[in-house]
Nanobody
Protein backbone atom coordinates (compact mmCIF):
# COMPACT_ATOMS: atom_id res chain seq x y z
CA UNK A 1 0.00 0.00 0.00
CA UNK A 2 1.39 3.35 -1.00
CA UNK A 3 0.01 6.51 0.54
CA UNK A 4 0.17 9.99 -0.94
CA UNK A 5 -0.43 12.82 1.48
CA UNK A 6 -1.10 16.43 0.56
CA UNK A 7 -2.71 19.61 1.79
CA UNK A 8 -0.32 21.11 4.29
CA UNK A 9 0.74 24.71 4.30
CA UNK A 10 0.85 27.98 6.17
CA UNK A 11 -2.35 29.33 7.70
CA UNK A 12 -3.21 32.04 10.18
CA UNK A 13 -4.64 31.18 13.59
CA UNK A 14 -8.33 30.47 13.30
CA UNK A 15 -7.97 29.34 9.72
CA UNK A 16 -8.63 25.99 8.10
CA UNK A 17 -6.76 23.39 6.10
CA UNK A 18 -7.73 20.02 4.66
CA UNK A 19 -5.22 17.21 4.46
CA UNK A 20 -5.68 14.31 2.05
CA UNK A 21 -4.21 10.84 2.11
CA UNK A 22 -4.79 8.68 -0.96
CA UNK A 23 -4.09 4.97 -1.07
CA UNK A 24 -2.70 3.49 -4.26
CA UNK A 25 -4.50 0.18 -3.90
CA UNK A 26 -6.33 -2.21 -1.59
CA UNK A 27 -8.32 0.63 -0.07
CA UNK A 28 -11.22 -1.62 0.86
CA UNK A 29 -8.83 -4.01 2.58
CA UNK A 30 -7.42 -1.28 4.78
CA UNK A 31 -8.70 -1.72 8.31
CA UNK A 32 -7.94 1.74 9.57
CA UNK A 33 -6.33 4.99 8.52
CA UNK A 34 -5.43 8.13 10.32
CA UNK A 35 -3.02 10.93 11.00
CA UNK A 36 -0.18 11.42 13.42
CA UNK A 37 1.64 14.66 13.98
CA UNK A 38 4.97 15.59 15.47
CA UNK A 39 6.17 19.01 16.43
CA UNK A 40 9.83 19.81 17.08
CA UNK A 41 10.85 18.65 20.53
CA UNK A 42 7.54 16.90 21.16
CA UNK A 43 6.38 13.32 21.07
CA UNK A 44 4.43 12.01 18.12
CA UNK A 45 0.71 12.32 18.72
CA UNK A 46 -2.17 10.39 17.18
CA UNK A 47 -4.48 13.11 15.92
CA UNK A 48 -7.37 11.19 14.40
CA UNK A 49 -8.23 7.79 13.03
CA UNK A 50 -11.06 6.20 11.10
CA UNK A 51 -11.84 2.54 10.83
CA UNK A 52 -13.19 0.70 7.81
CA UNK A 53 -16.64 0.58 9.41
CA UNK A 54 -16.51 4.34 9.80
CA UNK A 55 -15.90 4.75 13.50
CA UNK A 56 -13.61 7.63 14.36
CA UNK A 57 -11.33 8.64 17.18
CA UNK A 58 -9.71 11.98 18.01
CA UNK A 59 -7.13 13.25 20.40
CA UNK A 60 -8.55 15.54 23.07
CA UNK A 61 -6.50 18.42 21.69
CA UNK A 62 -8.38 18.45 18.37
CA UNK A 63 -11.88 17.29 19.31
CA UNK A 64 -14.50 19.64 17.99
CA UNK A 65 -12.07 21.26 15.57
CA UNK A 66 -10.83 18.44 13.33
CA UNK A 67 -12.92 15.98 11.34
CA UNK A 68 -11.64 12.82 9.70
CA UNK A 69 -13.58 11.23 6.87
CA UNK A 70 -13.07 8.76 4.05
CA UNK A 71 -14.17 8.66 0.45
CA UNK A 72 -14.16 5.10 -0.78
CA UNK A 73 -14.56 6.07 -4.42
CA UNK A 74 -11.51 8.30 -4.23
CA UNK A 75 -9.57 5.89 -1.97
CA UNK A 76 -8.86 8.89 0.17
CA UNK A 77 -9.05 9.87 3.80
CA UNK A 78 -9.41 13.53 4.63
CA UNK A 79 -8.58 15.51 7.75
CA UNK A 80 -10.51 18.76 7.87
CA UNK A 81 -8.82 21.07 10.32
CA UNK A 82 -10.72 24.13 11.51
CA UNK A 83 -10.02 26.79 14.12
CA UNK A 84 -6.33 26.07 13.82
CA UNK A 85 -4.04 27.14 16.63
CA UNK A 86 -0.29 27.77 16.68
CA UNK A 87 0.09 24.61 18.76
CA UNK A 88 -1.26 22.61 15.81
CA UNK A 89 1.97 23.37 13.97
CA UNK A 90 3.65 20.07 13.18
CA UNK A 91 4.50 17.58 10.48
CA UNK A 92 1.40 15.51 9.82
CA UNK A 93 1.80 11.94 8.58
CA UNK A 94 -0.94 9.61 7.44
CA UNK A 95 -0.90 5.89 8.01
CA UNK A 96 -2.90 2.85 7.00
CA UNK A 97 -3.25 -0.55 8.61
CA UNK A 98 -3.48 -3.33 6.02
CA UNK A 99 -3.22 -6.99 6.89
CA UNK A 100 -1.79 -6.06 10.30
CA UNK A 101 1.00 -4.03 8.72
CA UNK A 102 1.30 -0.28 9.13
CA UNK A 103 2.09 1.79 6.06
CA UNK A 104 3.08 5.44 6.10
CA UNK A 105 2.72 8.31 3.73
CA UNK A 106 5.19 11.14 3.54
CA UNK A 107 4.79 13.91 6.08
CA UNK A 108 3.21 17.23 5.24
CA UNK A 109 4.04 20.40 7.14
CA UNK A 110 1.26 22.39 8.75
CA UNK A 111 2.27 25.79 10.11
CA UNK A 112 -0.17 27.98 11.98
CA UNK A 113 1.23 31.44 12.39
CA UNK A 114 0.28 35.06 11.97
Amino acid sequence: VQLQASGGGLVQPGGSLRLSCTASENFFGINGMGWYRQAPGKQRELVASIMRIGSTNYSDSVKGRFTISRDNAEKTVYLQMNSLKPEDTAVYSCYAVYRMQVYWGQGTQVTVSS
